[in-house]
């Protein structure tokens, strides 16, 4: 993808742009009705699509949002300021190169909106500071996403981002789960570490030196260089973190140590910079996905965990393996001994090298077939309390066997943890509790508390019809699973549009790619959304866990406690008899009217607690 010098485009790209956004915005204003749910999301996508596609577009585009994000400001039309930041954030990301006078007009539209209420100045003032670093320092924004959410191994930027992707099997049956695996796991590999490296080097040199590149040498240069990458890409990751260190004071130093690696870099694999000046597009990777079907509860403790110690899936430790799981044991077989600990007890070969003269009493293949010592195979299957334990000595021990192999800072919180949940009310229920139980554990032993940024973001999807009203008094009503989804939406539009719309079309991609056999080219759509939300996501909302205590009158029987976060359906053993009896009996009997008169219900006393947890819309 090759683009001319960056501002010659014509005004037709920049009216046609004018359009897809406007068009955007429009459906800000409109309902979730049939027709145009499913449109909100998608021009968006569209237009990112458009960018990344052409990235010539890409200044012109940001012309437009500045435009539009000036006018939303003026006329106090704020609806429209969220979706404007995203889309605006987004699209610096995947330009290649910015002049210096429209960054500067891009950051002072920001930071203007630092005087306007929550949320708008927070948001405001965090991609302020964000495109003050990358106007300062060009290229910071992209290299440091790269490196964070690829883990690429180097020794001065130590972030590290990873999604992790949880479905709800209880909304997608078995074929639609393989569906969108295949729709994640298909789209999402493919790029190795020196693809990610070579991006790095052609965006940050490009939006470093701008027209005094030449990108098509660059990126033949840097695709002829093969595993010498790695040295120019340390070079240029040490040269920006120097820079950040320093506030990105001085401009002219960082400009002057870019241009001498970018001639290192086309001297040494001898391109010639004929034809005029151009720069070619670098694509932003999606981040790194992990795909899980959420089936046990500490599963997303466990996967935490791991990450947070630098283990990779090959080297999940066995201390946080499930207890259930018969499969996974044979990877823990460990020895049990049933000597008594007494010196005669202990085999000779073991205790010989104690005394002062080798004992030739017994041999020592005798005293292995001997009765009075044996050991048996059984499995070690540790329970939480050890498994914290064994945690704690593994960071003590170093950290981890993973790819950096470094101790892990004790107090440097350089991991964070994007867990993305899809399903309905019920994936949120599991999802409060299984919070709770981490909060419970942080409180004993604080380990993913210092280490890890946790983040939560939720993907409604539901499987059954959605209806909130009653066709006839004695017909219920079916319960509507996306209660919280539609609170997430009212507080954010841009929620609301990007992420609620899209819930019933991933089950329909899902059934299209199941239908065809997986045959088909996996589609990226999902894994975009995916992306787009969990880079742009800020916006913190609290949503309450409720603990509930049940205690039933009349009864020798443990109060029975429950989490849930909006709906609690709790089966009454005493009343399982009564329901038997109805099925038993012919309806309107004077058996079944009996029943009901002599059977009471159950009085039931019922106190809460209200806690919270941070999802990100």
């Not at 969990?534 to 009349?554: D, E, L, M, N």
């Not at 029987?557 to 399982?576: G, N, P, T, W």
Request: glycine content about 6%; charged content about 20%.
């Amino acid at each position: 993808m090759s683009l001319s010098i960056v501002g010659d485009v014509s005004s037709a790209v920049e009216s046609s742009l004018y359009q897809r956004l406007h068009a955007i915005l429009r459906e800000l204003d409109t309902d979730n009705q049939s027709g145009s749910a499913c449109n909100k999301g998608m021009l968006r996508w569209t237009l990112h699509k458009k960018v990344e596609n052409n990235p010539s577009t890409s200044v012109s585009l940001l012309r437009v949002l500045v435009k539009e994000l000036e006018k939303a400001d003026k006329v106090d039309y704020r609806i429209r300021i969220i979706p404007l930041l995203h889309t605006l954030v987004y699209a610096v990301m995947q330009s290649v190169y910015i002049p210096d006078d429209l960054c500067e007009r891009v950051y002072v539209c920001l930071n203007r909106l630092v005087t306007l209420p929550e949320p708008y100045c927070s948001l405001g003032l965090n991609y302020a500071k964000c495109m003050k670093m990358e106007c300062r320092i060009p290229g910071a924004l992209y290299l440091r996403r790269v490196i964070a959410e690829h883990s690429l191994n180097n020794e001065y930027c130590t972030l590290h981002e990873r999604v992790f992707m949880f479905v709800d099997p209880a909304v997608f049956p078995l074929p639609l789960l393989n569906a969108v695996r295949a729709e994640v796991e298909g789209t999402a590999s493919g790029n190795d570490p020196q693809s990610h490296q070579r991006w790095v080097l052609l965006h940050t040199l490009q939006a470093g030196l701008g027209r005094h590149c030449h990108g098509r040498a660059l990126a033949q240069a840097l695709e002829d260089l093969g595993e010498d990458v790695e040295r120019y890409f340390q070079d240029v990751v040490a040269t920006v973190e120097e820079m950040i260190g320093n506030g990105g004071l001085d401009s002219d130093q960082y400009s002057t140590r870019l241009q001498q690696i970018y001639h290192d870099i086309v001297s040494s694999a001898d391109q010639e910079q004929s034809g005029p000046t151009c720069l070619v597009g670098s694509p932003l990777p999606s981040p790194e996905i992990s795909f899980h079907i959420w089936t046990k509860e500490d599963e997303i403790w466990n996967e935490v965990v791991n990450f947070t110690l630098m283990v990779s899936p090959a080297e999940h430790s066995s201390a946080f393996l499930e207890e259930d799981n018969m499969a996974k044991r044979a990877s823990v077989i460990s020895t049990m001994s049933v000597d008594s600990g007494i010196e005669a007890d202990l085999p000779l070969n073991k205790f010989s090298s104690l005394m002062v003269e080798p004992s030739g009493i017994l041999d020592v293949q005798e005293q292995l077939k001997s009765s009075q010592f044996f050991r048996r195979q059984c499995v070690r299957c540790p329970k939480a309390g050890n498994r914290m334990t064994l945690m704690m000595e593994t960071i003590k021990e170093g950290g981890g066997s993973g790819r950096c192999g470094k101790s892990l800072p004790k107090e440097e919180k350089n991991f964070t943890a994007r867990i993305v949940v899809m399903g309905d009310d019920r994936t949120l229920g599991r999802l409060g509790r299984t919070y709770h139980n981490i909060r419970k554990r942080e409180a004993q032993h604080l380990f993913l508390t210092k280490r890890v940024n946790l983040e939560i973001y939720y993907i409604p999807v539901t499987s059954e019809p959605v209806t909130t009203s009653l066709i006839q008094d004695s017909v219920p009503a079916v319960v509507d699973m996306l209660t919280i989804a539609g609170s997430l939406g009212c507080v954010d539009p841009w929620y609301d549009c990007n992420i609620n719309s899209l819930g019933a079309m991933i089950l329909k991609l899902a059934k299209m790619h199941s239908q065809d056999g997986g045959s088909s080219k996996p589609n990226s759509f999902l894994l975009d959304i995916i992306s787009y939300y969990t880079r742009t996501a800020q916006q913190p909302v609290h949503i309450p866990i409720y603990s509930v205590k049940i205690a039933f009158s009349g009864m020798n029987s443990k109060a029975v406690e429950e989490l849930f976060v909006c709906q609690l359906h709790m089966d009454f053993a005493m009343l399982r008899p009564l329901r038997a009896t109805f099925k038993d009996t012919i309806k309107g009997s004077v058996r079944s009217k009996i029943c009901m008169q002599e059977d009471g219900g159950v009085v039931v006393s019922v106190n809460y607690r209200k806690v919270s947890i941070n999802a990100q819309i």
